[in-house]
Nanobody
């Protein structure tokens, strides 16, 4: 069993920066592939970014590419999402999710993720 806990959310001005953290615990938490998703009010949840277990491979949704950076510190089982130049349309509840079988071809498929965090709210004001 893996537990994921997000932190670092809140309200930020457009153009400022915010860093989200996802702390993983549990027997198989270390080096599990992990992604960030988000869900805005009235919209479906969408993929944001993925990082492999080693951290050597990352993928981003086109909407955040060049602005957000996903990284991980496996020494403390934490994955980060650095949000630079956020925009009001980045406002959403952000979730981290992990799954041992996630590959580059399945990063956007929610059904492939075994564990989800409870989500954290990010509001970007204009």
């Amino acid at each position: 069993q893996v537990q994921l806990v997000e932190s670092g959310g809140g309200t930020v001005q457009a153009g400022d920066s915010l860093r989200l953290s996802c702390a993983a615990s549990g027997r198989t938490a270390s080096r599990a592939p992990l992604s960030w998703f988000r869900q805005a009010p009235g919209k479906e949840r969408e993929f944001v970014a993925f990082i492999s277990g080693s951290g050597s491979t990352t993928f981003y949704a086109d909407s955040v590419k060049g602005r957000f950076t996903i990284s991980r510190d496996n020494s403390n089982n934490t994955v980060y999402l650095q949000m630079n130049s956020p925009r009001p349309d980045d406002s959403a509840d952000y979730y981290c999710a992990s799954g041992a079988a996630i590959t580059s071809g399945t990063v956007g498929r929610e059904s492939k993720y075994e564990y989800w965090g409870q989500g954290i709210q990010v509001t970007v004001s204009s």
